[in-house]
Nanobody, 123 residues
Framework: QVQLVETGGGLVQNGGSLRLSCAVTGPTFSSFAIGWFRQAPGKGREFVADIMWDSGTTVNADSAEGRFIISRDTVKNMAYLEMNNLKPEDTAVYYC????????????????WGQGTQVTVSS
């Protein structure tokens, strides 16, 4: 059973940066991947970025392109989301999620979820 724990959220000013971390425990078989999602108040869960555990291949949502960087450290079993030039509209609970296999970057394709970490960007 894969378990995920996020850390690193907090309050940051407009234009600031934060790095979220996701500790991964459990089996990470071939085609395992970590995705980052976020959910703002009153909105659905939104895909942010995804990274293949073995190859490091990444995919970013348009909202993250050029500002957010997803990475992983397979030795430490950690995944990261570095967020730069943060805007108030980035305020949300951020989740890391795990999937085995391939599919669309929809939350229903990720059976493993962390508890979430709050990111608040002040204007």
């Amino acid at each position: 059973q894969v378990q995920l724990v996020e850390t690193g959220g907090g309050l940051v000013q407009n234009g600031g940066s934060l790095r979220l971390s996701c500790a991964v425990t459990g089996p990470t078989f071939s085609s395992f991947a970590i995705g980052w999602f976020r959910q703002a108040p009153g909105k659905g869960r939104e895909f942010v970025a995804d990274i293949m555990w073995d190859s490091g291949t990444t995919v970013n949502a348009d909202s993250a392109e050029g500002r957010f960087i997803i990475s992983r450290d397979t030795v430490k079993n950690m995944a990261y989301l570095e967020m730069n030039n943060l805007k108030p509209e980035d305020t949300a609970v951020y989740y890391c999620a795990g999937r085995q296999g391939f599919g669309d970057y929809e939350d229903y394709n990720y059976p493993y979820w962390g508890q979430g970490t709050q990111v608040t960007v002040s204007s």
